[in-house]
């Protein structure tokens, strides 16, 4: 249960950084370290080199921008956790955070390190993919950005070359009336959800649904987003009868089975936990928002 | 490459005390502070991040030591569980770890210890709850949690009295 041999790098500077990863063999970027380090210990990994991104202080912080909130990759998942812009511009994501590890896991881990470890239960990657985050990467080919729809490439594997980094997160802000929820089914506290579901439910002056997301994690080997549920729900009453059946609806999505949670169960939480999240969703949006 | 000769000298203050040391850049910090150090009070238990048991505070804030490489403590500051005491006075969440039989085996306490200071520094007053949730990263098999929730809110008690009477 120790690292295996590598060479280590602590570059300052994203441009550093960068430059490393594209000249080095079989590199591994080093951002939180509370997924890599155990992989690491565990030997599931066995990089020639490790190229710590915790001394590129530009890669941290949050920044409102206008209708965006802008988060750098290293970005700490306590700073997220405490934070009063997040709290303000991206609420689904302040309560997701409470469900991520621990508070010493949230010390150190980053929601840039998250996203690319992308383990179909992680909590920010769930956010993620409810939200329609854009990923910017750098590589030696300068910045790109990726739509988060497109960033799973499968199973834990970002669609990222290996000579990239990502370097900050942008999540749209949803207008204040915005109803949102975040729950997950585990068995202790601070576990891998089993399923996780985002929800967000926007309501016009007559009270109907005019956006909804929804976003299960831990279902499939990616984070799914609903969008037979969602446009089942756009334009209707949100009544208890509606939310029932359109989460039924997911009792049929595809879900993988492992040795302790057979693939019917998740259908099982996939539908359970779509309806509480939608419930909460439409108990938190303001129906007293105006049609204009 | 010469990648296993890989070393770096580490200069950190643990406990307030400065030291200078070369390591292996591939070591733990848990096993930088044990073998290197000296410091035995940190605990390895699952080397993955699951047990607790080597939780360090890092620039007063808790972690993993055992999810950290030794060569990223360079130039921070830790505090160990042999850092609570103030000599032979026990911190106050020691006292009443011993007075609410809050440990038995006591390979986790370290890592209750230190979780539960940053705890107390965060928020003075928490309720059980509170406590529970703190301590959801921590995990013993011996003294089933109850003593270790109810010596934490005598010591955020203690420690409120203390804060308010004396200093």
């Keep these: 249960m120790k690292p295996p041999p590598f060479s280590y790098h602590d570059p300052e500077t994203l441009e550093q950084a960068v ?47 206008g209708q965006t909130i802008e988060i750098g990759a290293m970005t700490r998942q306590r ?16 309560e997701a955070l409470t469900h991520v590890g621990h508070r010493q896991t949230r ?30 990467v750098v590589g030696p080919n300068g910045r790109r950005e990726i739509p988060f729809a497109e960033f799973p490439a499968g199973y834990m594997s970002p669609a990222i070359d290996f000579t990239e980094l990502v370097s900050r ?58 969008h037979d549920v969602e446009a089942a729900l756009i334009g209707q009453a949100p009544t208890a009868e509606l939310i029932r059946r359109v989460s039924e609806t997911c009792r049929t999505v595809e879900a993988v089975g492992d040795v302790y949670v057979p693939a019917s169960y998740r259908q099982h939480l996939a539908c359970v936990m779509s309806r509480r999240a939608l419930e909460t969703a439409l108990s938190r949006a303001d129906r007293s928002a105006a049609a204009a | 490459m010469d990648s296993v000769a890989d070393t770096r000298t580490i200069e950190l203050r643990v406990n307030g005390k400065a030291y200078s040391r070369p390591a292996p850049v591939r070591m733990t910090l848990s096993d ?79 890592g209750m210890l230190t979780t539960l200071v940053e705890l107390l520094n965060d928020n003075p007053s928490p309720s059980a709850e509170d406590v529970r949730v703190a301590i959801s990263g921590n995990l013993c098999r011996c003294t089933g949690y109850e003593g270790i929730v109810a010596a934490t809110l005598d010591a955020a008690q203690k420690m409120r009295a203390g804060a308010g009477g004396r200093s």
Excluded: Y
Aim: with cysteine; proline share 4%; aromatic share 4%.
């Design chain 1, 169 to 226: 997160v942008t999540f749209p802000v949803w207008p204040r009336e915005t109803g949102h929820a975040f729950v997950e089914f585990s068995r202790r506290h601070g576990d891998f959800a089993i399923v996780s579901a985002a929800a967000m439910l926007l309501l016009d002056g007559a009270g109907r649904v005019s956006r909804a997301v929804l976003a299960l994690g831990g279902v499939g080997a990616v984070p799914l987003r609903m």
């Design chain 1, 79 to 94: 700073d997220l956790e405490f934070s009063s812009e997040i709290a303000t511009a991206c609420p689904l994501m302040s």
């Design chain 1, 19 to 65: 430059e490393l990863l594209a000249t080095l063999d079989n590199a591994k970027a080093l951002a939180g370290g509370q997924s890599l380090m155990p992989m690491l210990n565990m030997r599931f990994v066995l990089p020639d080199h490790v190229v710590d991104l915790n001394r590129v202080s530009e890669l941290s912080g949050i920044r409102r921008n």
């Design chain 1, 107 to 136: 010390n150190r881990g980053t929601i840039g390190g998250s996203l690319c470890h992308l383990d179909p239960a992680a909590e920010l990657v769930c956010v993620a993919a409810a939200l329609d985050a854009v990923v910017e």
């Design chain 2, 32 to 110: 930088f502070l044990r073998h290197e150090l000296k410091l035995t009070g940190t605990h390895v238990g699952c080397e993955h991040g699951v047990c607790g048991a080597c939780t360090i505070l890092f620039d007063g804030r808790s972690a993993r030591s055992c999810l950290m490489l030794a060569v990223q403590a360079n130039g921070h500051e830790i505090t160990t569980v042999e850092g609570l005491a103030n000599g032979k006075d026990m911190h106050p969440l020691q006292a009443a770890l011993s007075d609410h039989h809050g440990l038995q085996c006591g390979f986790c306490t370290p």
